[in-house]
């Protein structure tokens, strides 16, 4: 754009992925806080069992799985704007459950409402921050929700490392507060707008997020095309899964993004960063435990960073093929240290700590972030939202069924073992990259669509 400004846009997607921020401190909240809940100085009262600890932590995932439909239903009925709101309130009332008590059923409850408003994080979310943005800028804007999540993460590492039980329970709260009252100064996105037919009031936003005046020609480009786009699609059936498998564009964009976000949510990375402390003992790591606990959500910020600052340079395509590559690279060096040290040999210090580094940062970087840019990218605004809600329900559940059975399947084949079946996944993902997955990078809608049509 040769006018207006883009700084509104980056304002707003800021506001919602406040929300994604709180969600990664809430997923991050577990790592400092398993050794205290399972202290005999528990809060709890007890120390909790291995076996309730492994609820406590897997259950936010499982409960995600029923908040996608919830919120698919809430962002095509009430909004995208309503949406974000009400994830913000269910956040806050985790925060507010653990305050109350830490019994073992109230964490599990408090756990379930954040794993419910978690269902929007990667569903609503990029779908919202998309209807807000220009097309030059979208990539950025959507890729800066793994950002969020990742700085999340740190913080609550950092915070579980220095701060008490209790004090940390505030400081999200508080992080949760400000979020809820920032949504409601949010606009709700122009093309939900458009469906509605409230044009005038979808035409002053779009006005106000572009930095133009409403008479500005390219204001009016924008939503002559939305008008087209709900006219055209008003014209079809009500939208359901069974005409989403009717036309073929729809169709084969749903199969291509299933089948990455498969490989994504089994290339392993997620127990690691789970389960880092366990695997960095494993492997000979033996840095202070403030620098071992802090040293993966910074290398996944560092990977934030790169993925927004590439995204509209090389596009997503070759982004994803090498964040899976290099992910798989750094998986069979992990693999050959446990190997190396289960036969009881020893490698160099610098090997495992720098697969680890490597593995975290390509997940972070492109892994990823990357199907979720597509996903937005690949859909139009009348579908997107229950298109996306179906991927991140199965993904949720695919990231429940790594969780729940790493540990029983690690200790079943070996450590060593689960990392080369990992970095196999990974080298299916570099091939599914290459070979199915479409460039949107700067692409439109339609563009898109011909696209999907002919493959």
């Keep these: 754009m040769s006018k207006g400004h883009t700084y509104v846009q980056w304002m707003i997607a800021l506001i919602a992925e406040s929300t994604v921020l709180t969600y990664g401190l809430i997923a991050g909240w577990i790592s400092p806080m398993k050794s205290i809940l399972q202290s005999d100085s528990s809060p709890a009262g007890r120390p909790l069992t291995s076996m309730e600890m492994t609820w406590v932590?897997?259950?936010?995932?499982?409960?995600?799985?029923?908040?996608?439909?919830?919120?698919?239903?809430?962002?095509?009925?009430?909004?995208?704007?309503?949406?974000?709101?009400?994830?913000?309130?269910?956040?806050?009332?985790?925060?507010?459950?653990?305050?109350?008590?830490?019994?073992?059923?109230?964490?599990?409850?408090?756990?379930?409402?954040?794993?419910?408003?978690?269902?929007?994080?990667?569903?609503?979310?990029?779908v919202y921050v998309k209807e807000i943005s220009q097309d030059n800028i979208r990539g950025m804007l959507v890729s800066m929700n793994t950002l969020m999540q990742n700085i999340g993460i740190f913080v609550m590492y950092a915070m579980g490392a220095y701060l008490d039980y209790y004090t940390v329970l505030w400081v999200g709260l508080v992080v949760s507060l400000v979020s809820v009252v920032a949504s409601i100064t949010a606009p709700e996105s122009p093309?939900?707008?458009?469906?509605?037919?409230?044009?005038?009031?979808?035409?002053?936003?779009?006005?106000?997020?572009?930095?133009?005046?409403?008479?500005?020609?390219?204001?009016?480009?924008?939503?002559?095309?939305?008008?087209?786009?709900?006219?055209?699609?008003?014209?079809?059936?009500?939208?359901?899964?069974?005409t989403i498998f009717k036309q073929k564009y729809s169709r084969t964009g749903l199969l291509i993004i299933m089948i990455i976000i498969s490989?994504?949510?089994?290339?392993?990375?997620?127990?690691?960063?789970?389960?880092?402390?366990?695997?960095?003992?494993?492997?000979?790591?033996?840095?202070?435990?403030?620098?071992?606990?802090?040293?993966?959500?910074?290398?996944?910020?560092?990977?934030?960073?790169?993925?927004?600052?590439?995204?509209?340079?090389?596009?997503?395509?070759?982004?994803l093929a090498t964040g899976f590559a290099l992910a798989a690279i750094g998986l069979i060096g992990i693999g050959t240290v446990l190997t190396v040290q289960y036969q009881g040999g020893s490698m160099p210090g610098w090997m495992p700590i720098s697969s680890i580094i490597l593995t975290v940062w390509c997940y972070s970087a492109g892994v990823l972030p990357m199907p979720y840019v597509i996903m937005s990218e690949m859909f139009n605004f009348h579908i997107r939202a229950r298109v996306s809600g179906c991927i991140c329900c199965y993904a949720w559940f695919i990231t429940f069924l790594q969780l729940f059975i790493f540990t029983p399947v690690s200790n079943l084949i070996g450590m060593h073992n689960m990392m080369f079946c990992f970095s196999g996944v990974n080298l299916i993902g570099v091939l599914i990259a290459l070979l199915i997955v479409p460039e949107t990078k700067g692409k439109s809608v339609d563009e898109i669509e011909k696209i999907l049509a002919n493959k």
Excluded: H
Excluded at 99 to 114: Q, Y
Excluded at 222 to 233: G, R
Excluded at 285 to 291: F, I, K, Q, R, Y
Excluded at 303 to 310: L, M, N, R, Y
């Design 263 to 319: 490989t994504q949510a089994m290339n392993g990375t997620y127990s690691i960063f789970t389960y880092a402390s366990t695997i960095m003992k494993a492997s000979g790591v033996t840095l202070s435990p403030e620098l071992q606990t802090l040293s993966i959500p910074i290398v996944m910020i560092v990977g934030s960073f790169v993925s927004i600052s590439c995204v509209e340079k090389i596009g997503r395509k070759i982004i």
């Design 191 to 242: 093309p939900y707008l458009v469906k509605l037919g409230k044009y005038e009031e979808a035409e002053k936003t779009l006005a106000f997020l572009r930095g133009l005046d409403v008479n500005d020609k390219v204001v009016q480009n924008e939503m002559d095309y939305m008008k087209e786009k709900d006219s055209e699609v008003k014209e079809q059936p009500d939208v359901t899964l069974v």
């Design 57 to 126: 932590a897997s259950i936010l995932p499982l409960a995600a799985i029923s908040g996608v439909p919830l919120f698919v239903y809430i962002s095509d009925n009430c909004g995208r704007k309503i949406g974000v709101f009400i994830m913000a309130v269910m956040e806050a009332g985790c925060w507010v459950i653990k305050l109350s008590t830490a019994n073992v059923p109230c964490l599990i409850i408090a756990r379930i409402l954040a794993g419910i408003a978690a269902g929007g994080s990667y569903q609503l979310i990029p």
